[in-house]
T-cell receptor, first 111, second 111 residues
């Protein structure tokens, strides 16, 4: 059973470009969570999704950020018009109950 | 503000010694979880303790929970150099699926 997969592992974008981060949950998991981690910080919750539904997006910035988890395919975290402050590691996790299984993360660098 | 706050921020010990990390939180919780993160990697779930539990063991790990003081501790016995990592506590509150992480304790185990 493959773990949570994220791609790309590293992503470099210029200011103003779009970033698309993908997350494939563990097989059989229908809950996906996205977190952002700044250097030397803990993880900050962004959004919780189930298939085709956003359940809790209380941690998402109001503008430029969106997330989806379609019926087929990976969950996508999309950041439009990236700014330097978006540079961070973005982790997704999947679960069926309490325990979260985290992916290896995508490190986004905005130049 | 952070729900969980780990203490100390950094800890350096010799191989074979025990390492104790503490976590305090602010509101009532359903459960508290400890995670490990190696440098530049994703998080690995270590142990979950429910609000009605006081102590839990897993191998060399021992976790305690004191809901009256809103605090938890993680003890790693007979530490090894491979235990070098950052350790995070995360709390899950009732009615919410999101985990709230602290800033972590950076543990260094010197060989």
């Amino acid at each position: 059973n493959a773990g949570v997969m994220q791609n790309p592992r590293h992503l470099v974008r210029r200011r103003g470009q779009e970033a698309r981060l993908r997350c494939s949950p563990m097989k059989g998991h229908s809950h996906v969570y996205w977190y952002r981690q700044l250097p030397e910080e803990g993880l900050k919750f962004m959004v919780y999704l189930q298939k085709e539904n956003i359940i809790d997006e209380s941690g998402m910035p109001k503008e430029r950020f969106s997330a989806e988890f379609p019926k087929e395919g990976p969950s996508i975290l999309r950041i439009q018009q990236v700014v330097r402050g978006d540079s961070a590691a973005y982790f997704c996790a999947s679960s069926e109950r309490y325990e979260r299984y985290f992916g290896p993360g995508t490190r986004l660098t905005v130049t | 503000s952070q729900q969980g706050e780990e203490d100390p921020q950094a800890l350096s010990i010799q191989e074979g010694e025990n390492a104790t990390m503490n976590c305090s939180y602010k509101t009532s919780i359903n459960n508290l979880q400890w995670y490990r993160q190696n440098s530049g990697r994703g998080l690995v779930h270590l142990i979950l303790i429910r609000s009605n539990e006081r102590e839990k063991h897993s191998g060399r790990l021992r976790v305690t929970l004191d809901t009256s003081k809103k605090s938890s501790s993680l003890l790693i016995t007979a530490s090894r150099a491979a235990d070098t990592a950052s350790y995070f506590c995360a709390t899950e509150m009732g009615g919410s699926e999101k985990l709230v992480f602290g800033k972590g304790t950076k543990l260094t185990v010197n060989p």
